[in-house]
T-cell receptor, first 110, second 116 residues
Framework: KQEVTQIPAALSVPEGENLVLNCSFT??????LQWFRQDPGKGLTSLLL?????REQTSGRLNASLDKSSGRSTLYIAASQPGDSATYLC?????????FGTGTSLTVIP | GAVVSQHPSWVICKSGTSVKIECRSL??????MFWYRQFPKQSLMLMAT?????????EQGVEKDKFLINHASLTLSTLTVTSAHPEDSSFYIC????????????FGPGTRLTVT
């Protein structure tokens, strides 16, 4: 069964800093990988979707990379802002099902 | 982009009653819908996978007689929490996908259920 792990579980950085969130998965036979953002008490917002054939995707200050063979993905956030504070989840799709990571709780300090 | 809605967004019910949550894909046909539950400060946990016109597949540990799932059309799935108890209080999120391999999964905004 696919297992998805995210490191670190929590991260606190000063505003303006660049940061990297990590996601690892045990089964490399994935269709795609998504990064989500979740604000407290709210649903998920999809940030980036990377297909299994792709290496990276970029949207604004966000860049996600995928190394399928090693079972890793990173989410890079440039010039962090207090509004980026949220929980970030990665999820991999294997078959017709998504497996979620444990999440990284990010706090950006003004 | 694809939109998934949930109704209601927030519901309070008394212990022993049943609650129905609707999940709709507004601008695409969802062959598969998923139901997740999230307890405070925990990640999402998949409860069941629902394919249109067939019985839902439940994850281990999820009581199928308690969490009734109906996926009657390509745009609507419902989750009914029967005989709800306080421990069922949680955040329930649905998602939908067309089922094709490269397609992402689109999430509803969630429903917060509080059982008193």
């Amino acid at each position: 069964k696919q297992e998805v792990t995210q490191i670190p579980a929590a991260l606190s950085v000063p505003e303006g800093e660049n940061l990297v969130l990590n996601c690892s998965f045990t089964d490399s036979a994935i269709y795609n990988l998504q990064w989500f953002r979740q604000d407290p008490g709210k649903g998920l917002t999809s940030l980036l979707l990377i297909q299994s054939s792709q290496r990276e995707q970029t949207s604004g200050r966000l860049n996600a990379s995928l190394d399928k063979s090693s079972g890793r993905s990173t989410l890079y956030i440039a010039a962090s802002q207090p509004g980026d504070s949220a929980t970030y989840l990665c999820a991999v799709r294997t078959g017709n099902q998504f497996y979620f990571g444990t999440g990284t709780s990010l706090t950006v300090i003004p | 982009g694809a939109v998934v809605s949930q109704h209601p967004s927030w519901v309070i019910c008394k212990s022993g009653t049943s609650v129905k949550i609707e999940c709709r894909s507004l601008d695409f046909q969802a062959t598969t819908m998923f139901w997740y539950r999230q307890f405070p400060k925990q990640s999402l946990m998949l409860m069941a996978t629902s394919n249109e016109g067939s019985k839902a597949t439940y994850e281990q540990g999820v009581e199928k007689d308690k969490f009734l799932i109906n996926h009657a059309s390509l745009t609507l799935s419902t989750l009914t929490v029967t005989s709800a108890h306080p421990e069922d209080s949680s955040f329930y999120i649905c998602s939908a996908t067309t089922g094709t391999s490269g397609y992402g999964e689109y999430f509803g905004p969630g429903t917060r259920l509080t059982v008193t």
